[in-house]
């Protein structure tokens, strides 16, 4: 065979492995866009949706819904580790029925769960005399329910790469929901009782769909589990998530509680600019780094599973890589550019300066615990749920005194210190755990993907010091 022959033949491969690896390429694009669609819906709602909520509803009644939304996400974390267990399971199996089995027990768990979970509502509120009626009540047990069941589908759905049919489900529903909501705070009634009926309403909508979707992405149309089986599957399911439980109710208390307990030792009209503050620190993390995570958390789990060392370090460093510029450079640009972007966010409103001192502080720290990603996908791929509920639970548990002690005392600033802390430590921390769980230090892949995202994270913290040391020099210059 000659020399030109042998050249042609490596051409022809080389094209043929190029042809093939432009569609792979153009599908990952068109994943990671359908994943950041997903959640462009809660961008626009929180940015753009709740001020106008604030306006239709005035700052009392918003005040309560700001409470309900905060108990919504509360209890959306707190789902007894289904997601958790659906997402790892089929990310780490191909067992098809297994998937079914999985996925029918966790959301007929939550069935059960959010029956009683009305029952007891009711009946507190008969005994508590809380200012909502009996109505409302009902709508938000709902509300809440439908979008915890909604959420264990989207988890099936992205463990198993659904990302085109997740991504859109997710971001037609949120933005009907807020469009539908709007429209009858706007047309009908600026009233509580509105809100409720139509977030409810769609929220079931949303639910229903994800679950038909649901079952043809992952193709279960032909496959029945028996109810012993599933009965079965349900009480194991139960078992698995008792630690992940006091992990969701730790981090959801943490994350919400804060807004229950700053009206009540300061006072209600405190809460407004620390929440908006809160959602606008918030963002980068829920909007830019949640989809990147959940778009290489299967790969992740998988490779660990497979005890593949190098195959895990490097889907890990791609997640720090992708954190790092998604949430790094939207938060320094944030920063940096705080007042102006504030106050254009909140026309011009008193409470914007406000809303500026919080998110100086908070800002930094939560920026920081997006990376905190990473550690966790570790930690789920070992099923060490137990280490993470306990340090989960220690860390809730300081932080939520800190918070009273720091709300006390009067001042807003101070809990943002503390939720700044709280973010960056508990990171750090996870981190260290994760470390541990891998014992060969030439293979550890834990330890090596941090040292990768402290050298970033470094690099990110001295050009945003020496942008803003400029552009105050600047500012000088020229005042």
């Known amino acids: 065979m000659n020399s030109q022959t042998v050249s042609g033949a490596v051409d022809h491969v080389m094209k043929k492995k190029d042809d093939l690896t432009r569609p792979r390429n153009l599908r990952r694009v068109l994943d990671l866009g359908l994943l950041y669609a997903s959640k462009s819906g809660g961008l626009i709602v929180g940015l753009l949706v709740l001020p106008w909520y604030q306006r239709l509803l005035g700052s009392e009644a918003f005040g309560v819904v700001a409470?309900?939304?905060?108990?919504?996400?509360?209890?959306?974390?707190?789902?007894?580790?289904?997601?958790?267990?659906?997402?790892?399971?089929?990310?780490?199996?191909?067992?098809?029925?297994?998937?079914?089995?999985?996925?029918?027990?966790?959301?007929?768990?939550?069935?059960?769960?959010?029956?009683?979970?009305?029952?007891f509502a009711l009946i507190l509120n008969v005994i508590a005399g809380t200012p909502l009626a009996p109505l409302q009540v009902v709508l938000c047990i709902v509300f809440f329910w439908s979008l915890t069941v909604q959420n264990v589908g989207q988890s099936a759905m992205l463990?198993?790469?659904?990302?085109?049919?997740?991504?859109?489900?997710?971001?037609?529903?949120?933005?009907?929901?807020?469009?539908?909501?709007?429209?009858?705070?706007?047309?009908?009634s600026a009233e509580l009782e509105i809100f409720l009926l139509f977030q409810a309403l769609t929220a079931v909508v949303q639910m229903m769909v994800t679950s038909w979707f649901c079952r043809r992405a992952l193709e279960l149309e032909n496959l029945a589990p028996d109810v012993k089986t599933l009965r079965t599957h349900i009480w194991e399911l139960a078992k698995r998530g008792k630690p992940l439980v006091l992990f969701g109710l730790a981090g959801a208390a943490v994350l919400q509680l804060d807004k229950v307990i700053v009206p009540i030792f300061i006072s209600p009209s405190a809460l407004t600019p620390y929440f908006l503050a809160s959602t606008i620190c918030l963002t980068p993390i829920s909007v830019l780094a949640?989809?990147?995570?959940?778009?290489?958390?299967?790969?992740?789990?998988?490779?660990?599973?497979?005890?593949?060392s190098t195959q895990s370090l490097k889907e890990l460093r791609k997640l720090v890589l992708a954190i790092c510029f998604v949430v790094a450079i939207p938060s320094s640009i944030l920063w940096l550019?705080?007042?102006?972007?504030?106050?254009?966010?909140?026309?011009?409103?008193?409470?914007?300066?406000?809303?500026?001192?919080?998110?100086?502080?908070?800002?930094?720290?939560?920026?920081?615990?997006?990376?905190?990603?990473?550690?966790?996908?570790?930690?789920?791929?070992?099923?060490?749920?137990?280490?993470?509920?306990?340090?989960?639970?220690?860390?809730?548990s300081l932080t939520l005194f800190a918070t009273i002690l720091a709300a006390a005392s009067g001042s807003i600033i101070a809990v943002c210190w503390v939720y700044a802390s709280y973010h960056s430590l508990s990171a750090i921390i996870t981190w260290w755990r994760a470390s541990k769980l891998v014992p060969s230090p030439l293979a550890n892949y834990a330890t090596r993907s941090a040292s990768f995202a402290i050298a970033l994270i470094a690099a990110f913290i001295t050009i945003t010091l020496a942008l803003s040391l400029f552009a105050s020099k600047l500012t000088e210059y020229f005042s």
């Open 290 to 308: 949640g989809p990147i995570n959940q778009y290489f958390f299967p790969g992740i789990v998988e490779s660990i599973n497979n005890r593949d």
């Open 159 to 188: 463990a198993k790469r659904r990302y085109a049919v997740s991504g859109s489900i997710q971001v037609v529903g949120v933005l009907s929901r807020a469009a539908i909501t709007l429209a009858a705070l706007t047309y009908i």
């Open 67 to 119: 409470m309900i939304l905060s108990l919504q996400a509360f209890l959306l974390m707190l789902d007894l580790g289904t997601s958790t267990i659906v997402a790892r399971d089929l990310a780490a199996s191909k067992n098809a029925q297994a998937h079914l089995v999985t996925w029918r027990a966790a959301v007929s768990l939550l069935h059960f769960v959010y029956a009683g979970l009305l029952v």
């Open 337 to 396: 550019g705080r007042e102006s972007i504030i106050n254009f966010w909140l026309h011009q409103q008193p409470i914007a300066s406000e809303v500026v001192r919080c998110v100086e502080i908070l800002l930094p720290g939560i920026a920081l615990g997006a990376l905190g990603y990473v550690p966790y996908n570790i930690l789920v791929a070992h099923e060490d749920y137990r280490f993470h509920s306990i340090l989960s639970a220690g860390m809730t």
